[in-house]
């Protein structure tokens, strides 16, 4: 079934888009032969694999530019390698509250959506969104809701709170976020206060429900829960409603369940240009072409995610289309709330105790001071202790 | 006391290849990623799908450019500052060789993160060039070259140092009598110097993963694969490196079978080895 | 035209790849993001002192057992026929030419709750073994990883053992025990030296094998760094002063051990 939409999909973008992509693109022609640096999440493009549609080989072949396809894992790991690795990528794609980060620090820039015409494709109740009011740097790529994967073999009981994840009955079965805005997000929807609170003891609480976690944790992961959960591995695992369809085709007593007690994350991943591009019309010519509808299509086909273009989902076979956990009710929607960008204290606070988190309690200067000052005091003790014997041996 | 000893070195080298024979047992596996460790059936599909990763294909050439050109420039440039240290005064030669030891001494993550930190403020002064192939390259240089000059130096030690005065006393020019009569005798050395070299800068990932910028090489390739939804494509990776990695390691077996203390250099090549 | 000139190539290589690194790095460890001098960063390491506890305390564990299990294979190799050494010996350095993350990878496999020892373990009806993302598991993929360099220099101060002098102990009237704790250790040491700091040094500063056995609350110092300067809390400069002090620990301890190395006799230092 898939193998055959996709047949069809890739058929009629050979047939019936090449023309009217010339035709589009024609007021600034890309040049051929730039290879365009693309950072994306892991599993996040249709790949080729599973008779899906190459999306990047396909961009090539239509356009003649070359794409450098490589991947992250979270958003803030995406920030680091571009505020302070020395990469300059083409295309990136953060998340909501990055994207507003990126503009106030002035990492990424305007688009000209005059080279990106299929952004009429994209809904209006996606356009102009909080991160970027005027809509003038982000294009938007997909939404989703996080929920819980659970293992119905282990875990028999109703998922509908976050609370399950602290549940000593599975520790050692619970996998959790290895990024601090998402795990911070889950810990905050327990204790009932804002994703984007500005009050340091609202943190310092929630970081003390993680670290309560952590005993019970396996492990922090990203997308290594695919391979976790699938092989009975871990039992429960908090993890982005648009790898629902992925993993319950890889192990089908795998369920997938929004809380209902509390909140949700709501989340728009979106597309955007660094400053530091090298080729911006070849980056927009991609934008472009990942904004037609049959390209979404099959992308979120791929990677199961829920698309902001209607024309996009018309293209996507009925189950998925349909399916509550990929286009949730408004009812969840309405319960949710979206992650942004943090006062630089609160951020700063953030990384702090995210950090102090993954690495266990906090130390004091003055243990690593006696720990160096012991090594050290080892290493004069028998320089000394040499000198004296090889002055008695002179004797 | 005998069949004691036997026993135990059995256990360790089945504790050494038990973790490769798994890896590569299961690259044969036809399974639905369900899990690792089911084994359900012989397939060669993962090897199939591995030919056509074009990432994947990119990363080896991109490995195999940087290998080859780290070699070859570390080579030379460390055995012209093998034959220029060893005549230097006392005093410098100390200086020189504490900084040249200093990569090897120092933990490859703060070595990485230094260069990476260098990179990027050149990088910031010559208007925003990516990091990526060049970086890596040099990046490279840099830590192979201490093991060429150490595996250099010792032949000099070992040469007549007379002859090549000798040379030149006979009307023959500097850079003739140097691959006229230096380069002959300590040709071992820089071989070996050489292949270091190239298998350092295949292996190396820690260095690489803070210099590369928007290239990938293998290692960094094969991270991002562990950090991924697996496949078992990454065991067909393993097997067919494994089996290229015996396959070199006959040839210098060979090579290094005609020279006397093998093994002790085998041992000083491997001194970095897993970077 | 001097010989010495020959190195003037390499000496300007040095300086700008190996010096003015290490000079970037003090300098942002002594820096704050708007380039202002601060001594916050060496400061805020110390919040991070039971990480460097627990590097030096695995790294540490790992390197004992290396020595345990690796003498004794060394020991056994020196000790077998001549023509079989070269074998032995390749067979320990073999999986060394394999990327260590994939034989680290492939440890994930054999060591999950599901994995193939505990399926084993199943198989023979003994009860399953907790094993992944232990700090166990982190000692073990370091041992793995690491003890080839155990027994490679221990294999060949082992063999430059002169047989004459130990059978000179044994004409004396020496029992093998006596012959191997008086003569054969001691003469060994320099190889047990430069074991240990070659096992002891990467231990310490590994950031993979932490992340891939041993789960989410066995990291260590390599992660605390990799997490400063590309992971998800961006901080070179905090990065810069825990590489600092991670260099300062490295260098002590290298200190002390060539204070063991009696009169230069392995060249180099880390190396053999």
């Known amino acids: 079934m898939k193998k055959w939409i996709a047949a069809v999909l890739s058929a009629v973008l050979l047939a019936g888009c090449s023309p009217a992509f010339a035709a589009e693109s024609g007021q600034a022609a890309p040049k051929d032969g730039v290879t365009l640096n693309v950072y994306n999440w892991g599993e996040y493009i249709a790949s080729g694999s599973d008779g899906t549609m190459d999306v990047n080989a396909e961009f090539t072949k239509q356009t003649g530019i070359r794409v450098n396809y490589t991947t992250f894992e979270d958003n803030e790991s995406m920030y680091s390698k571009l505020a302070g690795g020395g990469a300059s990528y083409d295309v990136i794609f953060p998340s909501d509250y990055m994207v507003s980060k990126l503009i106030k620090e002035k990492l990424v820039q305007k688009l000209d959506f005059r080279n990106i015409p299929n952004y009429r494709y994209i809904d209006p109740e996606y356009r102009n969104l909080v991160y970027d009011p005027k809509n003038e740097y982000s294009v938007p790529y997909t939404w989703g809701v996080v929920g819980i994967f659970y293992n119905k073999k282990y875990v028999k009981e109703k998922v509908d709170s976050w609370k399950i994840l602290w549940d000593r009955r599975y520790a050692g079965k619970i996998l959790m976020f290895d990024n601090p805005r998402d795990a911070f997000g889950i810990a905050q929807e327990i204790l009932g206060y804002s994703f984007n609170s500005t009050n340091p003891e609202e943190w310092n609480a929630a970081a003390e429900l993680l670290e309560k976690q952590k005993p019970l944790v396996q492990a922090y992961v990203m997308d290594q829960i695919f391979n976790k959960m699938s092989s009975g591995e871990a039992w429960l695992a908090p993890y982005y409603a648009g790898d629902a369809a992925t993993l319950v085709a890889d192990n089908p007593n795998i369920g997938f369940a929004i809380p209902t007690k509390e909140k949700t994350n709501f989340f728009v991943d979106a597309i955007c240009i660094p400053s530091s591009a090298k080729h911006k019309k070849e980056a927009e010519a991609y934008i472009d072409f990942l904004c037609r509808p049959e390209v979404a299509a099959a992308n979120m086909e791929a990677v199961g995610y829920s698309t902001p273009e209607s024309a996009a989902r018309k293209l996507l076979p009925e189950e998925m289309r349909e399916d509550p956990i990929i286009y949730p009710p408004k009812s969840v929607l309405k319960n949710s709330e979206t992650f942004r960008d943090l006062p630089e204290g609160t951020g700063l606070l953030l990384d702090t105790l995210w950090a102090q988190v993954k690495m266990g309690s906090s130390g004091d200067t003055g243990t690593l001071l006696a720990v160096l000052g012991a090594f050290l005091a080892v290493y004069i003790g028998i320089v000394v202790y040499k000198k004296i014997k090889r002055k008695k041996e002179l004797q | ?275 | 035209m001097r010989a010495k000139s020959a190195s003037y190539p390499y000496l300007v290589w040095m300086v700008l790849f190996i010096v003015v690194p290490m000079a970037l790095v003090v300098a942002f460890a002594l820096t704050d993001r708007s380039g202002a001098f601060t001594l916050k960063n060496l400061a805020g390491v110390g919040l991070y002192s039971n990480v460097f506890l627990r590097s030096i305390w695995l790294g540490a564990i790992a390197t004992a057992v290396s020595l345990l299990v690796g003498y004794p294979l060394a020991y056994i190799i020196a000790k077998s026929a001549g023509h079989r050494q070269g074998v032995l010996v390749m067979l320990v350095m073999l999986p060394m030419w394999m990327n260590f993350l994939l034989r680290t990878y492939a440890w994930m496999t054999l060591l999950e709750d599901s994995g193939l020892i505990n399926r084993a373990l199943a198989a023979l009806g003994l009860p399953p073994a907790h094993m992944i993302n232990t700090q166990g598991a982190v000692v073990l993929g370091m041992v793995y990883n690491y003890i080839p360099y155990m027994i490679l220099p221990l294999y060949s101060v082992l063999t430059k053992i002169d047989p004459s002098v130990i059978e000179a102990a044994q004409d004396l009237g020496a029992d093998a025990k006596r012959v191997f704790l008086r003569i054969t250790l001691p003469l060994s040491m320099p190889g047990v030296i430069s074991g240990i700091t070659m096992v002891f040094v990467p231990a310490v500063s590994t950031f993979i094998i932490s992340k891939m056995l041993g789960g989410g609350s066995n990291l260590l110092i390599g992660d605390l760094i990799d997490m400063q300067f590309l992971g998800s809390a961006y901080n070179p400069n905090l990065g810069s002063a825990i590489s600092l002090v991670l260099m300062v620990l490295i260098l002590i301890c290298m200190g002390i051990m060539n204070q063991f190395d009696e009169n230069g006799a392995t060249e180099g230092g880390v190396l053999v």
């Not at chain 2, 990485?112 to 990516?130: H, K």
């Not at chain 2, 390259?137 to 032949?155: N, R």
């Not at chain 2, 140097?178 to 350092?200: D, N």
């Open chain 2, 1 to 275: 006391m005998r069949a004691l000893s036997r026993v135990y070195a059995v256990l360790v080298y089945v504790f050494l290849y038990a973790p490769i024979a798994v890896l590569i047992l299961f690259s044969f596996n036809d399974t639905n990623v369900m899990s690792r460790s089911v084994w359900s059936g012989f397939s060669l599909r993962w090897y199939r799908q591995l030919f056509q990763d074009r990432m994947l294909l990119q990363a080896l050439e991109n490995t195999l450019i940087i290998a080859v050109v780290a070699a070859a420039v570390s080579t030379v440039l460390g055995t012209a500052a093998a034959i220029g240290i060893g005549a230097m005064n006392r005093w410098a030669r100390r200086v020189v060789m504490n900084i040249t030891n200093f990569p090897m001494v120092n933990p490859d993550i703060v070595t990485g993160v230094s260069l990476m930190l260098l990179f990027v403020a050149a990088s910031r002064f010559l208007g925003g060039a990516s990091l990526g192939m060049g970086s890596l390259i040099l990046a490279h240089i840099t830590f192979c070259l201490p093991y060429v000059i150490l595996s250099v130096m010792p032949k000099l030690r070992q040469m007549d140092p007379n002859l090549y005065e000798a040379a030149q006393d006979l009307g023959c020019a500097p850079f003739p009598a140097f691959f006229k009569v230096v380069l002959p005798e300590i040709a071992p050395g820089v071989v070996t110097g050489m292949i270091m070299a190239f298998t350092l800068s295949i292996d190396d990932f820690v260095i690489s993963y803070f210099t590369s910028g928007t290239t990938q090489t293998l290692p960094i390739f094969i991270y991002s694969m562990t950090r991924k939804r697996v496949s078992p494509e990454i065991n067909a990776l393993s097997t067919l490196l494994f089996g290229a990695v015996i396959f070199l390691l006959l040839i210098i077996n060979f090579r290094a079978a005609r020279e006397t203390g093998g093994a002790a250099k085998a041992a000083k090549t491997e001194g970095g080895g897993t970077r």
